[in-house]
């Protein structure tokens, strides 16, 4: 007979409630900063939606608008609120995380009280996906005021935003923990976000990408954060079509998560 | 780590000696349950650091070699998170938090950001921050190197405060100063081994004399080799002759009886030193080489 010995059997395999002390750290951080944060948060979205959904999408909208006759700044407006959760959930993934591990050493301070490493990449990924949340937001009070809003459902696109910047933020974490300086970062954004940003179907259709690039946008979890977002702020709501992008989100979410237990392991308790 | 083999006593403070390299740092970071066992049989407080750490961790305070300060958060809030990452309330975080500014002395700076700080405020910020838990053991790392001797004697004498009220001290150091100010029992080590252990007084009078004297020539230019040119003068003049490329150490009981000995045989050294023993001293015999090169 097999027994289970359940002292040895660890709820939230993940991390413990301890993580959520880091999490507090950040917010004891963040006092100091959240006014402009907010100010940003709120006149980023303006400014591309007035410059390209309004601006630019009076030439598109002159030539019977996005697909579907879609006016330019409705089909553009979720897309953009979840690009912009990704980048800044991609850039602090990498250059923060990297001070906390490598220059100011802070998480080296951290373990040397009852938190663990895992601890550490729980409490601050919760972290980012909170100001993912906020920042998402934040983002859909200027849709609404725009009158960019379709449907109601747009409201859903704010966790499909959330759920997109997780699965940038954890892998993204994961590979921080494998540097030893800020030197690949630089490519990362060049090579990676950037072209992901133009590419996965934010500005424009992926099937007006040469036929070569189009399974690329498929694979990457932006094109299914954007797609998932439009066709909920547009109200053409295809539950299959909508479960597969946010499994795929969520999968590479988790996938980077597992990745980060083994690195920040390894690189942290040494 | 090789062969390191010792126990450390409620109450007592324990110093590890030993140059740079030689393995202090790794054997501190496996007390502090941050890096693993590789081999052999450790316990903190009687429990295993594999199947222990935060417990274990939840009773020591840590010093590390790098200040590992938050820069982002101001010198009172570094110490209030801190407190919460032990699970104090907020409240008791800063209630302790206001207690220890004032035990280091710095009250007046709680509200400024750490980064103006100087390297012994720093330091004595760490050594707060360490205190937050009121550990009953406290792990400190090279605590005073880099700083300058008025704040590495500020930082002794909180040390050594500490140690009156019955904290535990485990400490590395290659400061013999500092060994002796502090230690009440050490361990020399090298090459990732234990070389000797003892208190400071223990140490100096199984390994060497009471008295040094340490002679310095003046050599002519272009004399190469500094073993040649003694020429087995001070031979038969004490139990023990140490020769450095800077000068000769004469281990003997009585340094005065010693340097007039030479100066019948006709030496003329440039400068002639008479002092007591120290650490150093030791590390000298045991090793072969000087702490700090």
């Known amino acids: ?270 | 780590m090789d062969s390191v083999d010792f126990d450390v006593a409620p109450g007592e403070a324990f110093g590890f000696l030993g140059p740079n390299g030689a393995g202090k740092t790794s054997t501190m970071r496996m007390i502090g349950t941050v890096s693993p066992v590789t081999a052999g049989k450790l316990t903190v407080f009687g429990l295993d650091p594999a199947q222990h750490g935060a417990q274990i961790r939840a009773r020591l305070g840590v010093v590390p070699q790098a200040d590992t300060l938050d820069n982002e958060l101001s010198v009172l809030e570094n110490l209030l998170i801190y407190g919460r990452y032990f699970d104090l309330s907020w409240a008791e975080s800063r209630r302790r938090a206001v207690e220890l500014l004032e035990f280091v002395q710095l009250t007046e700076r709680s509200s400024d950001k750490v980064e103006p700080l100087s390297g012994g405020m720093k330091r004595r910020l760490v050594i707060a921050r360490s205190l937050i838990n009121e550990p009953s053991l406290l792990l400190l790392d090279e605590p005073t190197t880099g700083l300058d001797p008025q704040a590495r004697h500020l930082l002794w004498d909180r040390l050594y405060r500490l140690k009156q009220r019955g904290v535990t001290l485990c400490l590395t150091t290659h400061y013999m100063d500092e060994a002796e100010q502090l230690c009440d029992r050490l361990v020399v080590m090298d090459r990732a081994r234990i070389v000797a252990e003892g208190s400071p007084r223990e140490l100096i009078d199984r390994y060497v004399t009471r008295e040094v004297l340490e002679l310095r020539f003046r050599r002519a230019e272009g004399e190469a080799d500094d073993s040649a040119f003694l020429d087995g003068q001070l031979e038969g003049l004490a139990e023990r002759i140490e020769q450095l490329p800077d000068r000769v150490l004469v281990y003997t009981e009585d340094g005065e009886a010693a340097a007039s000995a030479a100066y019948e045989r006709g030496l003329r050294p440039a400068s002639i030193l008479v002092r007591r023993s120290s650490l150093e001293d030791v590390f000298l015999r045991l090793t072969g080489r000087s702490l700090v090169e």
């Open chain 1, 1 to 270: 007979m097999t027994t289970i010995d359940l002292s040895r059997v660890r709820p939230g395999a993940i991390a413990s409630r301890r993580s959520l002390r880091i999490l507090e750290h950040d917010l004891l951080v963040f006092r100091r900063g959240w006014r402009s944060y907010l100010l940003s948060g709120l006149s980023q979205p303006f400014l591309y939606l007035v410059a390209m959904g309004i601006g630019l999408g009076l030439y598109v909208n002159r030539n019977g608008g996005a697909p579907g006759g879609v006016p330019y700044l409705d089909y553009i407006a979720p897309a953009l609120l979840v690009t912009q959760a990704m980048m800044a959930a991609a850039f602090e993934s990498a250059w923060p995380i990297m001070g906390k591990i490598q220059w100011e050493k802070t998480y080296h301070a951290a373990l040397n009280t009852p938190l663990g490493a895992l601890d550490l990449l729980a409490g601050d990924l919760m972290w980012i996906g909170f100001r993912a949340t906020l920042l998402s937001v934040l983002f859909m009070v200027v849709i609404v005021a725009l009158g960019a809003a379709v449907s109601p459902l747009v409201v859903l696109a704010v966790p499909v935003a959330v759920l997109t910047a997780l699965a940038f933020a954890a892998p993204i974490m994961a590979f921080t923990a494998t540097q030893t300086g800020d030197v690949a970062f630089n490519a990362l954004f060049r090579f990676g976000i950037t072209p992901l940003f133009l590419f996965s179907g934010t500005f424009f259709p992926i099937e007006k990408l040469p036929p070569f690039l189009q399974p690329l946008a498929w694979i990457t979890p932006l094109y299914h954060g954007v797609a998932a977002a439009r066709s909920l702020a547009l109200g053409q709501v295809e539950p299959v079509g909508i479960a597969v992008h946010v499994a795929v989100l969520a999968a590479v979410a988790v996938a980077g998560l597992a990745a980060g237990r083994l690195t920040f392991r390894r690189r942290l308790v040494v």
